[in-house]
């Protein structure tokens, strides 16, 4: 009698490692699944963040660029010295006529953000200004400088037409 119940532990010996191995991928799958998504998550909130970013240095640039040419006294001819965003001596360089270019850095809560701005005001009658704001997530981190990475910066376009 004792060899029959030796014998049935034996068959079932196996079966025990199957299950165990058997809850422990499913509890591993469902913990890969987890994590998969979290994951997600976290990169879709800094997506976020780096867009907000983009678009906000986009949005100063278009606002200091018609504080300036509002005034009257800027973008007529020549280049001029802009002071947007505490950003002493951003020059606004006129090439070719009617068409200026220059660069605010160190925007954004981080300050890591900038933006290019373009001002166009050679498109003919009625006299039509556009003003072109690229503004991106990083690549400002240095005054006047903005030269964003290629690889990792999130750029936001704005144009204004008036």
């Known amino acids: 009698m004792m060899k ?38 976290i990169k879709f909130g800094s997506s976020a963040k780096d867009t907000n970013n983009a678009f906000y240095a ?7 660029a018609l504080l300036y040419d509002k005034t009257g006294a800027y973008f007529v001819s020549g280049n001029y ?46 006299p039509l200004n556009t003003i072109t704001a690229n503004g991106y997530n990083s690549g400002g981190g240095i005054l006047g400088v903005c030269n964003p990475s290629p690889t990792s910066a999130v750029e936001r376009e704005l144009t204004t037409s008036y």
């Open 4 to 41: 029959e119940n030796f014998k049935k532990i034996r068959k079932n010996k196996g079966f025990v490692i199957f299950y165990a191995v058997t809850l422990a991928t499913i509890f591993l799958s469902i913990a890969l699944s987890v994590a998969s998504v979290a994951l997600k998550e």
């Open 58 to 64: 986009a949005d100063a640039g278009v606002e200091c």
């Open 81 to 126: 010295s802009i002071n947007c965003n505490n950003n002493n001596n951003v020059t606004a360089i006129e090439n070719p006529s009617k068409f200026w270019t220059f660069a605010i850095s160190q925007l954004n809560s981080d300050k890591l953000g900038c933006v290019k701005i373009t001002m166009d005001k050679t498109s003919g009658v009625p």
